[in-house]
């Protein structure tokens, strides 16, 4: 059974940091290109930041410089460090794995950043 289960969300001021998350059961981790979405209510899902298996990374405009994705293929555990938060940043987080036609999705973790 595939899981993905993120954790390290919650309340924080602006300018302030947290670490996401994504601990990741029943698939092959190290092959899987992952990445981090959000939502905010009402709006579609978008992409904030992606890793490949080779540790290429990809980042949306809006955090550029401010969120860094990495991953641990031995922890079968993806990260986002998200530093400089902004209101802006509030959404629910989602992790996903891709490998050829498969796709996942954890739960999500909320993240709200106070003004």
């Known amino acids: 059974q595939v899981q993905l289960v993120e954790s390290g969300g919650g309340l924080v001021q602006a300018g302030g940091s947290l670490r996401l998350f994504c601990a990741a059961s029943g698939i092959n981790f190290s092959i899987f290109g992952m990445g981090w979405y959000r939502q905010e209510p009402g709006k579609q899902r978008e992409l904030v930041a992606s890793i490949g298996t080779g540790g290429s990374t990809n980042y949306a405009d809006s955090v550029k410089g401010r969120f860094t994705i990495s991953r641990d293929n031995a922890k079968n555990t993806m990260y986002l460090q998200m530093n400089s938060l902004k209101p802006d940043d509030t959404a629910v987080y989602y992790c996903?794995?891709?490998?050829?036609?498969?796709?996942?999705w954890g739960r999500g973790t909320q993240v709200t950043v106070s003004s």
């Open positions: 996903n794995a891709k490998w050829s036609s498969r796709k996942y």
